[in-house]
């Protein structure tokens, strides 16, 4: 892409709700902007940002079996009728009407219609199991829509739901799903922890939670300093306003704790803070039983599906690469999730010399299929280094006026070093770092 055609509208300005880094950044260097209260746009940064998520997200899944499918965002109340949760999800749910006076809710999860989906449809034990996941739009009316996309109104989540025709095979399922949410986080070059979780409303058993350790993140999570064990403190106090005061003290502030506790290990144990980004769970028979949702066993027996449901936010995804990894200068994305990974800064664009070497490396890289920027703009150097430093390119080959001495230099983000390299060089160089 040449900067100079592209939309990236970056900007000085902070929004006034933007307390956290992510928020700031993500709106300042073009990639969302806000349409109204917990509603956000998408723009060419962002939008490549989160189809590179979606893109490993969905490898991850198909590779374990699961299917793609796509369920309409709108259902008929009659379905939460059904389950019962027209009630007990209350004001979450955003209601409309058609011009009818049919009543409609925008989905903010869908276990309800993926079990009518696979009803009569999956009918013998020899069917099973089945695994079927969407990456949709969901709609939930928080209470407090904040952190920009950390926690919208509308936001993109991918939700799977599996269907067995036993307990254990369910339990098989789910430990299949966490090992492939390893995957999929680990791939995105991510900091995690899984962590034991309280099922809350949705219902159902056994429970982990996918943790980006970050400072700011709202949860309180315990992990051990040796194995992997972690949980979500919800699980230790039973207590909701004790959850809530542990939630609320800062990062700082929960290091200061002596835990008195120990891991089952023997090894100490340490207060973290995370962004849930995903979650599993072991459903049981809550749902298929009551909207009757049955298969035949070996004896021709009918009987309800046993079921589990596995989330992940890959729009709060976005956010939380940034709030993992940023410093006071802008966004470092990781390898998996830059939107560019090269960026070309030609530093006078009336210098033919470095032009054409602009121009010539800009080619040959995407001859390579390299993700490459070519910032081509009449500004000022020191002007298009900071929006580089602010969008967070991995790797920026500068231009300039070295080149009169055959050299040009490689900005690395992540680490602020600048390295010259010999004009000749710089293809093979940038090959083998990225
Ligand atoms: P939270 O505790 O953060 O409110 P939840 O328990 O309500 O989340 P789930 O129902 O488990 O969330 O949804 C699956 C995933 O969707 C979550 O793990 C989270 O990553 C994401 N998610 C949930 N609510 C939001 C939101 N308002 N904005 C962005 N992502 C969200
Ligand atoms: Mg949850």
Redesign the pocket.
Known sequence: MRRSRAFIPTTKEVPSDATLPSHQFLVRGGFINQQGA?LYNFMPLGKIVLEKIRKIVKEELDKAGCNEVQLSFVTPISLWDKSGRSDTMGKEMLRIQDRHQNDFVLS??NEEAMVELVKNRVTSYKDLPVNLYQINT?F?D?AR?RYG?????E?L?K?GYSFHSSKEDMIREFNLMQETYKKIFTRLGLDFRVVDADS???GGTGSK??HVLANSG??TIVVCDTCDYGANIETIFEDEAQVDAYNEKSYEELTKLELEQKCSCGSSLSFKKG?????I?QLGTTYTSALEANFSDENGKPKPFEMGTY???V???VASVIEQNHDENGCIWTKETAPYTVNIMVSNIKDEAQVTLGEELYLKLLGENVEVMFDDRKERFGFKMKDAELIGFPYTVIIGKELANGLVQIYDRKTTEKTSVKTGDVFSTIMELI
């Open positions: 917990g903010p999860t969901k939930r928080e829509p996309i950390l926690r919208g109104r936001f989540m939700d809350g409303a949705i939670e996918i709202e949860d962004i849930e980004v995903g979650h769970f989330g992940i936010g729009s709060r995804l």
